[in-house]
């Protein structure tokens, strides 16, 4: 029907007054450049702005309290957090933190989404149910934890003491940081799953029931088909997940109470993202917070070219085999 | 970031669901799809494991401080819930909290709603010079962490003394580059380019044809979009924490003081209540709207 239409009438009927038709035009050609100009003009000011300035306040020593002076240090900043103990602990519990809160949650996503995949009954409810930590906010989700993996009345302790294991998930360094993990893992696994199952859903049924004509048994149909069938939709997650690992601030903020914003009296599960609060707010060195900010941003630079190399290095060697 | 584009329309998506029943039927099918007892047990797990955190702040919500700080913990809800939430509300003041979690995420939710239907649909539907180049910087900008913006952003906010003020929290996420490509996904979809030519022959202008044909296509994936920034609004805690007191704080923020609080006499009960009032509201919302929005993750779009 509406390709009737578009073939009767021309756009602009003919003895219609010019400037009509020169209005039409210019909302063409001008109204696309409208519609994206709020973002565009919201990122500018609140992003790339901003983005810019810290690092021009990285370069300099800046007091919380007096913001307007700037001293210049040029890359002093840098090179003192290069030699600093704390920095590269915080970067080193950022790396490990993320390894141990995306590996497992990525592929526990997958697991389930594959599982998700089958037909079965009672199916909406297990999507719900495994969206709802979703739903929880890290500050929310956090407080359960900090109960739950209390050392003295919390419930995971009390079931690990059946079995005669008694870890101290805030003094020691891996119990901490498996524990702020966990709560890492507990809000998105179900998330990173329906993602996953929405491009599952997207694989040809055809290619499964041409495999399982062929004897292939259900791990091979997994391995076989479903994985290299989603693999941009795994990359994606990939990159997402060491975006959100990167920034993590909230989880070991709060479950670290009293001392959440060292990271634990030892510094034990300090993040960069609460390094840099620690030097910004509490000691007031805005200069040097700025450089661990850009430091963050140069990180994840980094890892995007060295995911950026790995697939296109894949991809050639597919091809050429 | 190729790898987004190649995710399920919700078109084919609907196919997809709409094709597994008639493979019932269908000659040497077989029941290569069928879940077997395993993948049951193993649901189970992952559904108790994911609500068992919530039905223990419940529990614990329910109780006295002292029972909750004993082991081994309690498992079945006390009667002590109205109680603490009196107490709760007194200490943090969670009626300010609620009220203003509420319309910070509601503003955000609207104007990010708003703003992408327009983008994602320029950068679908319409041709315009830079448009690809434009999109991929979109993109890009979902790398950027927050924290880099922090500082000059609180810089601004103290300088126009918007300092524990809402719209300080509200400005900065009118719009998200996630929601632009949110849109855009689903609009080239779903919005025939034959639906906007009859409009623009019958002689309606941009705006018109915002009103009259996209908003009305793009209302489902509007509201998907609207419900999960909601929620990340919602529990959106680094930049309310850093620009926001005690003394009008979001529900993050006040949970923070609850939790974060220094003193021996912390009463953990209060603390899940407070846990529990600040994520009940969002809870509701999922019991009700679960499925919907479940749909709208699993129509593909969603990447973030």
Redesign the interface.
Known sequence: M??N??AE?P?VAPGRPAWRSRL?RF???A??????A???L??AA??L???I??GW?SLHYVDLLK?DVLEWKGFGNYTRLWSNDQFWTALRNTFTIGVISTVPQLL?AL??AH??????RGR?????????????????????????FNP????IN?ALDLVGLHPNWYSETWPSQIAISTIVT?RW???NA??Y???M??VP?DL??AA??DGANRWQ?FTRITIPSIR??I??TI??ST?GA??L??EP??FG??V?VSGGSAHQFQTL?LY??EL??PSRQ?GR??AV??T??LI?LLI?LVQFLITRYRKRHELGG | MAATLSTPSPREAKAAEQERPRSLFRRGAGDHDKAGPVAYVLLAIAAVVSLFPLYWTFVAASHTGERVAQSPPPMVPGGQLWKNISVAWDQADMGTALLNSTVVAGCVALSTVLFSTLAGFAFAKLRFRGRNALLTLVVATMTIPPQLSVIPLYRIITELDWGNHLQSVILPSLVAAFGVFFMRQFLSEALPFELIEAARVDGANSLRIIWHVVFPVARPAMAVLGMLVFVQSWNDFFWPFVVLTQQNPTVQVALSAIGGGSGHDINQAVIMTGALVGTLPLLLIFAVLGKHIVGGITSGAVKS
């Open positions: 509406a390709t239409v578009r009438a756009p039409y909302d063409l050609k109204s696309p450049y409208a519609f994206i709020p973002f565009f919201c990122f609140f992003g702005f901003p983005l300035w810290t306040l913001p526990m697991g389930l599982l998700l995949n089958f037909r079965m909406g409810f297990f999507r719900v149910a495994i969206l709802a930590p979703y739903a929880t906010s890290i500050a929310a989700a956090t407080l359960v934890f900090v109960q739950l003295d009345y919390g419930f009390w507990w696994t179900g998330y329906l993602i199952l929405a491009a859903q997207a049924k499964y029931e399982s004509l149909q941009p939709t990359l994606f990159i997402v975006i990167t920034q601030f909230g903020m709060l109470g009293g959440g993202s840099m609060y910004g707010w805005l917070a700025s900010a850009w963050m941003l994840l995007g």
